[in-house]
Every structure is written in C-alpha cells, then in structure tokens.
C-alpha cells in the first residue's frame, strides 16, 4: 500500500524559501507511470496545483508558480521535494504531496495524497 508523507517547517518568514519534502512508502516514485505532484489549499479556497515531477524525472509547473517552483526527487530516498521562493502571506496554505497515474493538474485525478501540511508565512 503506497503511503505518502509530506515534512517540513510549518512556519516561513516572508521572502525565504519554503520547503517540504514528501517521502513515499510501499512504492517506487519511479515506477511507470506515476506522476508526483505538490497541491496546496490556501484558507477558505480550493485546492491549486502547483507542479509535478513524473516516474522519469521529467517537471511542470503551474504557469502563475512557475518562476518561483521547483520540483526535485531522490531516488535513492524515495522522495520528492518542494521549493518555493520569495514566499509571501498568500503562500500560507495546507500543503499536499499526491500521485496520480499519468498527467493531471486536476486534483480529483490524484488517488493517493498525504495527510498534508500547514504552512505558515509570517514575520
């Protein structure tokens, strides 16, 4: 059963980088044909794709993320990771890893997601 675990500071400061890794259990991220991909729910709003790496290492990125995101993985670890720069309180959100067979920047289409986590900008 694939599990999956997102880690990170929950608090930020305005301006840095945010980062979360999501770590996979019971499965290889590099397994045909599973995309990996961040998703975030800011308060009182839906969720919003940001970006995915798939089974080959291959990235997208949301158009209105995509000069501030970054998408990387360790295979050797099992996990990807998440960077987000020049964050500011509009990036304070829930924050999900989730996988999905084959391309999606629709969240109905991800069947696996971690619990997630509350990030925090703030001074």
């Known amino acids: 059963q694939v599990q999956l675990q997102e880690s990170g500071p929950g608090l930020v400061k305005p301006s840095q980088t945010l980062s979360l890794t999501c770590t996979v259990s019971g499965g290889s991220i590099t397994t045909n044909y599973y995309y990996w991909s961040w998703i975030r729910q800011p308060p009182g709003k839906g969720k919003e794709w940001m970006g995915a790496i798939a089974y080959s290492g291959s990235t997208w990125y949301s158009p209105s993320l995509k000069s501030r995101t970054s998408i990387s993985r360790d295979t050797s670890k099992n996990q990807f990771t998440l960077q987000l720069s020049s964050v500011t309180p509009e990036d304070t959100a829930v924050y999900y890893c989730?996988?999905?067979?084959?391309?999606?920047?629709?969240?109905?289409?991800?069947?696996?997601w971690g619990q997630g986590t509350q990030v925090t900008v703030s001074s």
């Open positions: 989730a996988r999905a067979t084959g391309y999606s920047e629709h969240s109905d289409e991800y069947d696996i």
